[in-house]
Structure formats: structure tokens, C-alpha cells
């Protein structure tokens, strides 16, 4: 177990939300918050090139990872990345289509591709990340604290599987699970083991938080779920916690709103929420076992100030005046916001109060 | 209130189980359960020509409706149509685009298009349904009962407003709630008129239950799925039983498990799942104020015999021994299911005893 004194952080706010300490306001940051949204962020990208190319360019990567901070004061900044980096760096070929999102040029459909999965060692094979994260680190001078991510197992191997995004669900990689469970099992368990390597890795070069992103967990039964996606995501924690027991760990599975209570029970420190779920329920079914980060839809940036200060306002009455709430979306914002949109909503959070409730 | 002495159906089961009556077995039917995965219906569908040819066609919809209770004994039937048959009869022009699904020439987007709207009789308008509903009441000969259905409020206005389906969870429509909101309450009041006559003349026409078929309600955040779904649903529900208490009505909303205890509470007989919910969590939480129908996720039926037949009995199972429930799929059947798995999965359901458990 190594234990780091690190030194202070300026606004912690987001570490003591994520600890259930009573804080002077409601914490908040934004999935995606360095995005295309914000016209710096597209200057920046466009001078980057590709997408990938921005992620491998440790300044750069830093700049996008700044720029939402300048400009909102959010009170928490996430390492600019993608989920995708550890099969990219297992030698699947990452690509981008315009307009399709993620595609690798070598999906793993066979045990025989799964067997030939080369181990990482993330501090080498995905040092590109590791300066990023020290450089965000160094330029965020302990003002507040750095959220490190990964995609998690099931995710990653729903992308490795099909190849590319999916409109039915992902069901080739579903059929995988029930088809060729041994192939299913030793990808999942690569993954696990790369996963965990690449958070700690993450931990080692300066971040404060993790954040474990499980997109397509939502997609299974309830069986699948913990078997597929939640008991991966526990080992991980586990591992990560056995090093680094006071680093603390979100889980956000979209869509997982009935496995709440299973996923608290996972010993992680907060769950990222999706906008389905009432905030005030989630927190009576989980009690103060976890935190609860979220979950404003992302649409409602797109309506009037009007709405969005309303619906800032009634996300925050939803959990009420209670210790352990992040402020969120309930997934990431979409390119087209209006960049004023997103300050109403954070000018809302730093200024409202939640009434207390019994 | 109209109330009609039925002639007794010989299989009731699933009527008995959505009125939380004992049954000697689960009953099953399956979404879709009409559908391309059976070759004797891709027969039917050539001749007819067009999907909507096939739905107006009394006694082609009508032999597609009987071919999956001849082939297997399912122990309901349903009525062989499409949930937008109302926008299309409001003139909004359905079609269907190879490999895109459903599409409206005229999609509505301002409050005037809403007001233009034409109000609708069922029984005229419709008329090519109700024949449907008839001719197929008259070919099932009291043997089992027919559900007849409809989409719902919110999700009729999906593709109405939207023109087609959505890869961005029909933010479109959602936007439209928050920048016009009059415009929205309109169409769903409209909406909420039109499926109710629309449901109402499927009763008289011989349907003996009701599904309204909430495919987008999960879309929505807590709030706004109770004011854009829920509530417009739960204003058919009292217009339908007002006329005819004893018709059940069964409300499936896709993605709607986080949401069970609210839609329980709309007076409707029976809730249908999809696959993310556990049915035994479920049912501690409705305990027996409605029925639970589902859940086998419609993947598992690609899988190998085997999984289908241990998936089928672990549904049976996390429900229990208890009055209440009718196995279905989680979601509709997709086209590629090989109909002999369909059948392990309906022997299953027939044959298998869940544990009775405390």
C-alpha cells in the first residue's frame, strides 16, 4: 500500500463531496466539459489535427483541459482523453469516421484474438497519457483537484468486439458472452488487468479522483450486468483501493439506475448518475454508502436560461441539503450548447441553496 | 360505463395473471411475436407487398396474427398493426425507408401545424384496425384472448415531431417541450384524445386487453417523464376504464424501471419490463398492485439452446412462485431469431415450475 501525503488542494469541495463531508456548496463539474462545445476548444483541435493527436500532445491536451476551468470555474478539472486509449494502445487501430464515431481496423471476435492481446504496461505503452495527466497536474497548481478516467471493462470490450459504435445494442458482443464465454471471460480479465494498471499509472502522475465511465453497462439484464460489467468494475476498485485506498473512485454506469444499491456495494466513492434517475430517491435507496453525481439531461442546456436555471435549481432541490452531492450532467455535453447556457447553469449551482429537507 | 358480458375465453391465463389470480403456469406471448423471424409471415409480408399493405389488410393481418399461436400455442394473441397508425391517419404521411424505419413526410414542429390537426374517429378513420381487430377476434374462436394496442402519447410525438427515428434520444422533441411548451401540451392533449377513442373502439371491436407501448418514455429525466408520458397515459387509462373497468391495460415503458412505483400507480392492471430489471426486485417494490410482464432480453434468443433454456427459467425464477406474472420478452423480437429457439423458450415457460419462495 503506498500511502503519498499530497500536498493540500485549494478547493476541495469535490474530494469532500466525494468523502460525504458537508461542504459550502454543491461541487460541480461537466462531462465533457472540454469539448467541442467551447470555440477555444475547437481552435486548439483544429491546430492539433485529429482528435487522437490532441489526446497524444501532452500541452495541447492540457490547454482543452484548462480551458473550461478559466472560463466556468469549475471545481473539479478531468484529464482530457479518450475511453478508447487502452485498446488503441493494444494495437486494434483507433480511428475516427466523421460522423460514426470510434472504429478499430482489428476487432477481437476469436479466442485466438483475445489470447494475442499483448499485457500493457501503461506507464510505457500509454506514456502519452502519463504526461498529460502530470502536465494538467503541474498547470492546475493545486487550485483544484484532477479526475482521471477509463473506460471500463465492458465498455471497452463492447467497442474491441463490434469494431465500432453500435445501433443494436451491441448484440454481436452480447452473443459473444453467451456464445464463447471463455473468450468473453479472458478479455474481460485482460481488461481488468490493464484497466487497473492504467488508473494506477494515472494516480502515480498527479490525479486526485478516478472516474471509471461504463457507457453500455445499461445495456444488459441484470445478471449480465454484474456478471459482464459490475464485478470487473469491483476488482478494479479493489486494486486501485489496495494501493491507493484514499483516492476516490466514481462509477457511472448510463442507464443503471435499478442497480444502484448493487453498485454501491462495490466500494467505490461516488456513482455518477444519468438523468433518468430522481436524485432524492437514488440518495434514500444508497443512504450515505456512496456519493451521487449528477444529473441534469444534457437537452435542457439547449432550452432557454429560463429552463435551464429552473432545472439546475430543481436537480439540486432533488437531492436536497445533504453532504455528498457532485454536480453533473447526466451524461456529456452534446457540441452544439451555447457556451452561455453552460455559465447559467454553473452561476446556478455556485448561488442556490437547496432547502433543507427533514 | 358500458359493461359487456363477454363470452368466457377457454385459455385465460393471461387474463387471470394480470388480475393477480392463480394460474397453473406462467403465461407467455411474445412482442413482435408476428414478425420477419418466422418465415411463414416473410411469405405472407411479399404477398401483401408493403408493411402498412400487410396492417390494412384485414385477413393478411389476421393470418400473420394466427401464425405464431399456431406454430407455438402462445397463450395471447396481438392484434398484427403499427404503433403509428393514428399519426399516419392524421395525415402526417407514414412510410418506411429501407434499413431506417418508420418516417413522416409531414412532421409537425410549430404550435399552427399542431392546431391543424385533425381530430379523429376511430371507427372511421381507423377503420382498416378495427376490421383487423375483428376478423382476428372471429379466427381465434374464444380460444385465447386479444391484446389490442397503441403507442403512447410521448412516443407518437417522437416521431411526429422528430419525422423519424432518433440517434440523439429525439432531442429534437425534448427541446420542443422546453421552447414551446404550449405547442407540446397541445399535441399531447390531442394525442392523449385520439389514443384513447383509438382504444376504446379496439375494445368494441372484440380486443380483450390493452397495451400502450411506451418505446421513448426512458428517455426522458424523472420529471419530465411524468408530466410528457406518465400523466398523458394515465388520463387513457381512466377514459378506457370509466367505459370498460374490466378490459386490463398493460403500460410498457422501455427503460421505465427506475420508474416502477410511479407507473403502478396509474391504474393500469399490469406493467410490462424490459430487460434491466430484475423481476423479483420488481416485484418487492409494486408488490401486487399490477402484474409484471417480461423479461427475457430478445439477445439471449440468438444464443446458443442451452443459455435460452437456463435465461427462460432465471426469469420464472426471479419472480418466484407468486401470482402476477406473464413471461414476454424484454423488447420485441428482432428479425435473425431462429424460430426453433423461440420455441425452447416457449416449452421452457410451459413446463418449468419456479420454486415457491417466502
Redesign the interface.
Known amino acids: 500500500m503506498t500511502q503519498v501525503a499530497k500536498p493540500q488542494i485549494k478547493n476541495d469541495r469535490f474530494l469532500k463531496a466525494l468523502r460525504r463531508e458537508p461542504v459550502d456548496r454543491t461541487p460541480i463539474w461537466m462531462m465533457r466539459q472540454a469539448g467541442r462545445y467551447l470555440p477555444e476548444y475547437r481552435e486548439t483541435r483544429a491546430k492539433a489535427g485529429d482528435f487522437m493527436s490532441l489526446c497524444k500532445n501532452a500541452e495541447l491536451a492540457c490547454e482543452v483541459t484548462m480551458q473550461p476551468i478559466r472560463r466556468y470555474g469549475f471545481d473539479a478539472a478531468i484529464l482530457f482523453s479518450d475511453i478508447l486509449t487502452i485498446p488503441d494502445a493494444m494495437g486494434l487501430g483507433l480511428h475516427f469516421v466523421q460522423g460514426e464515431g470510434p472504429q478499430f481496423t482489428h476487432p477481437v471476435r476469436q479466442l485466438a484474438d483475445i489470447q494475442a492481446l499483448p499485457e500493457l504496461t501503461a506507464e510505457v505503452d500509454l506514456d502519452y497519457v502519463m504526461r498529460a495527466v502530470s502536465t494538467i497536474k503541474q498547470a492546475l497548481n493545486q487550485e483544484i483537484p484532477l479526475i482521471g478516467f477509463t473506460g471500463s471493462p465492458w465498455t471497452l470490450a463492447c467497442y474491441m468486439v463490434n469494431g465500432s459504435g453500435s445501433k ?2 451491441f ?1 454481436r458482443v ?2 459473444m458472452a ?2 464463447q464465454l471463455e473468450a468473453m471471460q479472458l478479455l474481460l480479465a485482460k481488461l481488468v488487468d490493464a484497466v487497473s494498471d492504467y488508473l494506477l499509472a494515472q494516480v502515480a502522475a498527479g490525479a486526485d479522483a478516478l472516474q471509471i465511465f461504463d457507457t453500455w453497462g ?1 445495456l ?6 454484474l456478471s459482464l460489467s459490475l464485478n470487473p468494475m469491483r476488482l478494479i476498485v479493489e486494486r486501485v483501493k489496495a494501493e491507493y485506498p484514499e483516492i476516490p473512485i466514481i462509477v457511472f454506469t448510463k ?1 443503471g ?3 444502484l444499491e448493487e453498485m454501491a456495494d462495490i466500494g467505490c466513492d461516488g456513482l455518477g448518475l444519468d ?4 436524485l432524492g ?1 437514488a440518495r434514500e435507496r444508497v443512504g450515505s454508502q456512496v456519493a451521487l453525481q449528477g ?1 441534469l ?1 444534457p ?2 442546456l ?3 436560461t429560463s ?1 435551464v436555471e429552473a432545472k439546475t435549481k ?1 436537480v439540486l432541490d ?1 437531492f436536497g441539503a445533504h453532504p455528498g452531492h457532485i454536480f453533473n450532467l ?1 451524461h456529456g455535453i ?1 457540441p452544439k450548447i451555447d457556451p452561455e447556457h453552460v455559465r447559467v447553469m454553473v452561476e446556478t449551482v455556485k448561488n442556490y441553496r437547496a432547502t433543507p429537507s427533514v
Open positions: 443494436d445494442g448484440a452480447q452473443r453467451y456464445e445499461g444488459l439484464s441484470y445478471e449480465d450486468y442507464g439506475g435499478v442497480w438523468w433518468t434517475v430522481h430517491q444529473n439531461s437537452v435542457i439547449n432550452a432557454p429552463v430543481a432533488q447526466g452534446t
